[in-house]
């Protein structure tokens, strides 16, 4: 499966913007699915993840009330729309896909599909 990101954008504080990540080559039936950030001059972080099959999700406290994490597995897209952005909310946002043991969702490495980023930039 192929991953391709796109939605990012120049915003101003307190706008909302959505990320859509779209699968080729495959669908997402099977894997977890993730959210990810990579701020300037800082390592890769999770935002967001569906855990279980069942629609379980997992956010990062920083973006709890203000992220979601959505699916249209029919149109083979998950989505994080972000509410209420700030700065700091500014990074490459990337999603990946894979089957992470449990409890280790927020770990990258263990991530092995990777989508390219999109940029969000959140300007104060």
């Known amino acids: 499966v192929q991953l391709q990101a796109s939605g990012g954008g120049l915003v101003q504080a307190g706008s909302s913007l959505k990320l859509s990540c779209a699968a080729s080559?495959?669908?997402?039936?099977?894997?977890?699915v993730a959210w990810f950030r990579q701020a300037p001059g800082k390592e890769r972080a999770f935002v967001a993840a569906?855990?279980?099959?069942?629609?379980?999700?997992l956010y990062t406290d920083s973006v709890k009330g203000r992220f979601t994490i959505s699916k249209d597995y029919a149109k083979n897209t998950v989505y994080l729309q972000m509410n209420s952005l700030k700065p700091e909310d500014t990074a490459v946002y990337s999603c990946?896909?894979?089957?992470?043991?449990?409890?280790?969702?927020?770990?990258?490495?263990?991530?092995?599909?990777w989508g390219q980023g999109t940029l969000v930039t959140v300007s104060s």
């Open positions: 080559g495959g669908s997402f039936s099977g894997y977890k």
């Open positions: 569906f855990i279980f099959n069942g629609g379980d999700t």
């Open positions: 990946a896909v894979g089957r992470p043991p449990f409890g280790r969702w927020r770990d990258a490495a263990l991530w092995p599909i």
